[in-house]
């Protein structure tokens, strides 16, 4: 069960990252404690297995933190018209129980990463409900590696 307490971030789709950074910055007094940041992922979604490049920063404030990615056409992170808002990130002790729970409560495995045998990584995991909010399903186990990305380098 995911928990309140449990939201690490607020993820926004950006067509630049270093424009988005600029912007909240200005919108809301937050700062960024390292340069934008860069990977290389292996994912799944339904039209198949793909690798895609992504460039993502984090404010330092938080949680929730807002999480800036930079815009990749063709893929869930298109950057749309009107509001990027794209995700909230989640911690969850067990992320194949979690994810079993919420596909069969209707919701839709829209991503995941994978290895090159496309065997599940705990890593980037998207879900998304009838309601329309995108959830990023985080492993509670990598809390503190993830949590490193707010700090300073």
Request: proline content about 5%; charged content about 30%.
């Amino acid at each position: 069960m995911i928990k309140y307490e449990d939201v690490f971030h607020v993820g926004i789709i950006v067509p630049d990252i270093e424009q988005g950074m600029d912007e909240i910055a200005k919108r809301f007094g937050a700062s960024w404690p390292r340069p934008a940041g860069s990977a290389s992922i292996r994912v799944r979604t339904k039209a198949g297995v793909q690798v895609m490049n992504s460039r993502f920063a984090y404010t330092a404030e938080g949680p929730p933190y807002i999480e800036l990615i930079e815009a990749v056409p063709g893929t869930v992170w298109e950057a749309g018209e009107g509001s990027r808002l794209h995700h909230l990130g989640a911690f969850v002790d067990d992320l194949d129980a979690e994810i079993e729970r919420l596909t069969a409560e209707g919701a839709d495995l829209e991503m995941e990463s994978v290895d090159e045998d496309g065997k599940r990584l705990l890593a980037v995991t998207y879900i998304n409900s009838d309601l329309g909010v995108r959830l990023e399903l985080l492993p509670s186990a990598g809390r503190e590696r993830l949590l490193e990305v707010t700090k300073p380098l």
